[in-house]
């Protein structure tokens, strides 16, 4: 949620940075919605208080006849101000947040790689993609699972088993050697949580609804996000450092590229997720040390991958800035997002009414809110098994993960 006052206040500038990630905007509606909205408060409030003026003398014919009319009056004047309130907040809602200065404008074409680690991994024989390498080892089972639950989804089995869960285990380590505190939070969210994280409204169809009107997360950031709803945050607190673990559900409508096969592309997949609460002036200095610490986690897997700064239109409507780390798929000959790091600013803590006693302004201000993968699982399998691949179909189990996993080699 942006702030209407930011909004009066420097307008043009505003209404140019959104053109950076929206076709058109109309910020003169909002501020007359806005103005309309002031207006009727205020007259409806001047009603109500002759209103409760003759409430206080003695009732006659004359003084109820007053009342009657003033109670029509201000019963019209409430109904158009829902109605008002209600257009202002479903264009308000709609906004996304407004892009950082240095972010690009566009969509994907304009995505621009500021990093590279290590190099495409090169192999002097025919290599094989994820799907029949994890078929042929036994490790993931796709066609038993699109049994029990559909195409987009996939079982763990033995040393695939113990791959995913190595990899969580790495991360679960990292993260508390740097100090951030670790949540296993609910995986249903009710339509107000949703609401704070920036899935809704736009994503609504792209979350699973249950019949009592809860979602299933589509990724910690959600419940991260709402931890702190309507709380007022004591200063020296902050930053404060989460990271959850969950399984995450995305329902994926729509449809994509036939070799977004096995699991680049599914329904269900876990993942780490990391999650920052601090004051403005820090955000910056927060989301340096997300994207540190998630290149470090792809680093330590020795993944050729590249880190990739989001055009606005690529950014999520709720994200100020955004920027991926996308692994080598070999086999597809492309790359593959493994974490996406963001600031909010303070656009969810708006929508959250999320905010801290400032000690200098003696006032409320709203948190700053930063998230970023640490790490997903789903893409970085099929990385690691096609980037360590062997020419007799094995698998070079990455030295992070070999004292969970129990063995060097996956054959």
Known sequence: MLDINNIRNNKEEINKALLKRLDKVDLDLLIKLDDDRKHLISNVEKLKAERNKFSKTKPDTETISKMKKLGGEIKKLDDELNKVETEYKKLMSALPNIPADDVKAGDKENNEIIDTYSKQPKFKFEIKNHVDLVESLGIIDYKRSAKMSGSGFWTYVGDGALLEWALLNYFIDFHRKNNYQFIIPPYLLNEDSAFTSGHLPKFREDLFWTENKLCLNATSEMMLGNYHK????????????????????????????????????????NKI????????????????????YAEDLVKGLDLHFNTVKLAAKDVSAAMAKTIDLEVWIPSMNT?????SISNALDYQARRGNIKYKDSKSDKNEYVHTLNASG?????????????????????????????????????
């Open 273 to 292: 997720e990391m999650f920052q609460f601090t004051k403005p002036e820090e955000s910056w200095k927060a989301f340096d040390e997300l994207l540190k």
């Open 375 to 411: 790490l997903a699982t789903s893409r970085l399998i099929p990385a690691i098994v096609e980037q360590n691949q062997q020419a007799d179909g094995s698998i070079k189990v990455p030295k992070a993960l070999r004292k969970f996993v129990g063995k060097k080699v996956i054959k």
């Open 230 to 269: 309507n709380e007022v945050l004591n200063e020296t607190d902050l930053p404060l450092k989460y990271f959850a673990y969950s399984t995450c559900f995305r329902r994926e409508a729509g449809s994509y590229r036939t070799e977004e096969r096995g699991m680049i592309r599914g329904h269900q997949f």
């Open 335 to 339: 790359y593959k997002e493994v974490s």
